[in-house]
């Protein structure tokens, strides 16, 4: 990513006073935004000028949001984040599977989706080579990934493998919400994704090794029926 031309947005959203309020805080954050209040609109100026982030609503006029998730992921690299209504997790999920980034609930804050597309972004510039840390640092939460160490307030905290596996996971792409199915499919492979007792077994031992208050997780966070995310700083 280059420091001098401003990163391009897209924002897919029929809803104009979302927009209007999007617009504002975009640009003051030195984005540069195109908009579309269709899908078909979005995937044309997706393929005139490929944008670095998506933000797109699921619920559109003329195409099911999904699709054009789909469409969009056939081809563009870049993050996506999905904006949706209360209440709707399988959509969620759905989009997440289908190769989406992060997802908002609606309504959200501006902060929340800075955050979230800084954390989209972050994740962008490591994985086009910016070498990763091996040690991983989140408030008192220490994690060598070389050493394959875990540190609380530096005392050490023991693992079993299978908890150290999911912990890393989570920690390679942290800020970021992982489905049940993804965590499932990376930790345990790709014939248990089904089994979503093992990771709520799993996720609860692992917070009563780190958290100071395993009912209250400050790192290890519950996005409710889509999956986990890691705290970001
Ligand atoms: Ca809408």
């Given at each position: 990513?280059?420091?001098t ?13 979302i927009?209007?309020?999007?617009r ?40 099911d ?24 997790e ?14 908002l ?15 989209a ?27 394959r ?9 023991h ?17 970021k ?35 100071d ?16 995310r890691?705290?970001?700083?």
């Amino acid at each position: 990513m280059s420091t001098t031309t401003p990163l391009l947005l897209l924002l897919i959203e029929d809803e104009l006073p979302i927009r209007r309020f999007l617009r504002t805080s975009l640009a003051g954050e030195g984005y540069r935004l195109v908009e579309a209040d269709t899908g078909q609109l979005a995937v044309r100026l997706a393929v005139q000028q490929p944008p670095d982030l998506v933000i797109l609503d699921l619920g559109l006029p003329d195409v099911d949001g999904q699709d054009i998730l789909r469409q969009l992921r056939e081809w563009l690299h870049a993050p996506i984040i999905i904006l949706s209504a209360r209440d709707q997790e399988q959509q969620k999920v759905t989009a997440l599977d289908s190769g989406a980034d992060d997802y908002l609930t609606k309504p959200f804050s501006t902060g929340e989706l800075l955050a979230r597309i800084r954390v989209a972004l972050r994740h962008v510039a490591r994985a086009s080579g910016d070498r990763e840390s091996s040690v991983f640092v989140l408030s008192d939460l220490k994690v060598d990934l070389a050493a394959r160490r875990v540190f609380v307030q530096d005392a050490e905290i023991h693992l079993t493998p299978l908890e150290y596996k999911l912990l890393t996971t989570l920690v390679r792409h942290a800020g970021k919400v992982l489905t049940h199915r993804f965590l499932l499919k990376e930790v345990w492979g790709p014939h248990q994704v089904q089994e979503t007792h093992y990771l709520r077994v799993f996720m609860a031992g692992l917070r009563r090794k780190i958290e100071d208050d395993p009912a209250q997780p400050r790192y290890l966070l519950t996005e409710q029926g889509v999956g986990y995310r890691l705290a970001a700083d």
